[in-house]
């Protein structure tokens, strides 16, 4: 195949830019120009973010279950007396599923298609909802927990993929961090349908269970949209299949995901998709000792970099504050965590929701940098208040809305937008597997690390460790991380990488 179609191949510069870049035309289109429905493109979007949803309200609703099942009157249960242990086995259950979800899913986005791999994650999702929510005694509740975990690792792995594959470059930023957005959305509605049902009798069981149309929903519109295109001619290069028989199926997804502003441009578009995947060597199987050397070592130490520094930078001990600094600046709604929880989501909203709108404008870089720089700035902050200022709560209340808002504007939508467009096609299942797994290790790492090195260092100190972590996540972000803004997947691999 001709490779005259490609853009140059170029190389970055020391703070991530493309030196050199030209503007290329890419599969005969220019790239601003727009060849997508706007109705067709939200569609893809809409049913694999709901897995985000799901996700969320679980974080949000598990807050409040475990109050729910502590009640020796209200939980309907003979085992409500529940160790701190039985507690953490709850709270962890579905983190521990996810883990070995995304150990599955290392070869089976690549073998099920990114489509049945979301159904599949949402047929867990409701079984282990439905096992959760229908429990007689906690081993089972346990192992409910555990298979909604699995199917929370096989969605976080296949929903940013069949994304990333989907959407048309134009708005590609803006439908991946809306991913985040919905998370978000996921955990207010948890904290709001948790905090009205805490008080009702057996009120856990219905929090659990309200997951399940969510998760029915997000199966059923999974099974009505197209497979990957991408991945369908992935599998024609690779010869998994018949090469013409693939090639039509692929333009017949192609024309579904874009609509009827695609024309009849949509069989010129998979021919030079097709050359552009040939030329960057994807016929060739991908093999586990290819995923550390090259351009897979490259996406995977930035993809993996990005998504370890998003939890190690301290995210779930700062927010494990907010109800104590609330309260100690004179909010006395902050006495309520469920209150204080859903006044953070709210805001968490606001700052997703602007990130949301500037970043295929702006760009991941921007972003990035401004808003951990940010985060520096908030966790000295918070630092400083628990050893110097801890006459000034005002600070700490200023610092954790900022480090909540930058964290939001950087590594909570762009650490997972970046990390689905990174890695080259024929190892983006492998890749994203790994940092899938990387990100729900971390983040059981400082889970289970706070307290320790709270009793240890002090609260002050430890912010400052965090600050410190984030300084250094600051130096990876500029001479590591490319800007992505506007290219296609393919040209990202040949430019960034």
């Known amino acids: 195949m001709a490779s005259s179609s490609l853009p140059q191949v170029t190389k970055l510069s020391g703070s991530g830019d493309i030196a ?3 503007d290329p035309l890419l599969n005969g289109v220019h790239k601003n120009s727009r060849n997508y429905s706007l109705l067709r493109a939200i569609l893809p979007f809409l049913f694999p973010a709901l897995e985000g949803l799901v996700y969320g309200y679980d974080i949000g609703a598990t807050a409040c279950a475990t109050i729910s099942l502590g009640s020796a009157t209200l939980s309907g249960v003979s085992w409500y007396d529940l160790s701190s242990l039985q507690i953490g086995l709850i709270t962890s259950g579905s983190l521990s599923g996810a883990l070995i979800g995304s ?19 949402a047929v867990l999702y409701s079984i282990g909802a439905l096992i959760t929510a229908l429990a007689p005694e906690f081993p089972v509740m346990v192992i409910g927990r555990f298979v909604f975990g699995i199917g929370i690792g096989l969605a976080m792995h296949a ?40 008080d009702i009798f057996g009120g856990w069981r219905y929090m659990y269970g309200a997951s399940i149309p969510m998760a029915v929903i997000m199966g059923i519109g999974m099974w009505c949209l197209p497979e990957s295109p991408r991945w369908i001619l992935l599998c024609a290069i690779q010869g998994k299949g018949n090469m013409h028989d693939l090639k039509e199926s692929a333009i ?11 024309g009849d441009s949509a069989p010129a578009l998979v021919e030079e998709m097709l050359d552009e995947l040939y030329s960057a060597g994807e016929d060739k199987k991908a093999t586990l000792g290819e995923m550390f050397h090259g351009k897979c070592k490259k996406a995977l130490v930035i993809g993996a970099g990005l998504v370890l520094f998003q939890q190690i930078t301290g995210q779930p001990s700062v927010l494990y504050y907010a109800a104590s600094i609330f309260q100690s600046a004179g909010f006395s709604a902050a006495a309520d965590a469920t209150r204080v929880s859903i006044l953070l989501g709210l805001f968490k909203l606001v700052m997703t929701g602007s990130a949301v709108l500037v970043v ?10 401004g808003g951990v720089s940010g985060m520096v700035i908030s966790l000295f902050m918070l630092g400083s208040y628990y050893l110097f200022l801890d006459e000034a709560p005002a600070v ?5 809305l900022l ?16 990390i689905s467009e990174i890695f080259p096609l024929r190892f983006r299942g492998q890749g994203l597997s790994i940092g899938v797994l990387v990100n729900f290790a971390a983040n059981a790492l400082v889970t289970f690390a706070f307290s320790p090195l709270k009793a240890w260092l002090g609260a002050g100190l430890l912010f400052y460790v965090f600050g ?9 972000i500029f001479f590591i991380v490319p800007e992505t803004k506007g290219l296609s997947l393919e040209e990202i691999e040949e430019q960034c990488l």
């Open 20 to 22: 050199g870049a030209k």
């Open 103 to 121: 150990v599955l899913a290392f070869n089976s986005g690549d073998v099920l298609g990114r489509r049945f791999e979301l159904i599949a994650s």
């Open 159 to 198: 929903a940013p993929m069949y994304m990333a594959e989907t959407a048309p470059r134009q708005i590609r930023g803006q439908l991946l961090s809306l991913k985040e957005f919905f998370i978000v959305i996921g955990m207010v509605v948890g904290y709001a349908v948790g905090s009205a049902l805490v």
């Open 252 to 262: 017949h997804c192609l024309c579904r995901l874009r609509g009827n502003a695609i």
């Open 360 to 369: 295929d404008r702006f760009g991941r870089r921007p972003l990035l940098l």
């Open 396 to 400: 700490a209340a200023i610092a954790l």
């Open 403 to 418: 480090y909540v808002g930058c964290y939001q504007l950087s590594f909570g939508p762009i650490g997972w937008l970046m």
């Open 468 to 476: 410190a972590i984030a300084v250094a996540s600051l130096a990876f």
